[in-house]
């Protein structure tokens, strides 16, 4: 990591591929006004997903230091960058990119499905990579997992082992964990939405529930049959 200086006040040197940036969003953090970044790619092909193009596993638009120096530019405006994607966790500079942010001086929130428990347990090691909040998006229960996302059936637990991780980061370390589902009529999620929300109350936390918006019977988003 390179030491801070009065040009690059983070120490930048980030490889993390940044597809998209919202400058000012008062929805990605619950209570906070945050700046939020899209990270590209992800391992799953979710239904409802609305944004397809963040699957495919490619460059970024944006280098993290035009994140960097946005932060800058917005100091006093905003409280807070959230890291949404795509998925995050797989990209290994993850934990530079929130360390970086903190060294400037903003807290980081992050959204993730919990595709990757292992390196979310190093995340939350250290406190300088460890976000400050985050946003889990629980699909299904593990047995519907593969109907949803499209994973394989040994992958479908680790979103389960991300949300015990999470929740024992958030007992000991203070982190500040949401928990979230999104559900479309007739689903196999409404269907067991009891099920989902009761083994969610089993690690102390309430689920927020979703509606996928533009979406048919299957759960397809609209724009993407088309
Ligand atoms: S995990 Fe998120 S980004 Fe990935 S396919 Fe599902 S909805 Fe889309």
New binding site residues.
Partial sequence: MNAPTSANPAGCDVELPVAGIIPFSATDWPGKLTCTIFTQG?????T?????T??PITPGEHAFTAVVDLLGQRRGLIDALVIS???PTLHHGLGNAIAATHRIGFPVGLHT?G?APGRLDVLLEREETRPDWVGL?I?ALPSDMPAV??CSPRAATGSWQSLRLLADARDRLGLDLQVRT?IWPDSILEHHLDDVRAAVAGYGCELVVQYARGVNERGEYYANLF
Avoid: A, R, S, V
């Fill in positions: 992800c391992m799953w092909t979710c409802y997903c609305h944004n397809p963040l699957q994607g795509g998925e499905c595709y998006d699909k996302t499209g999104t």
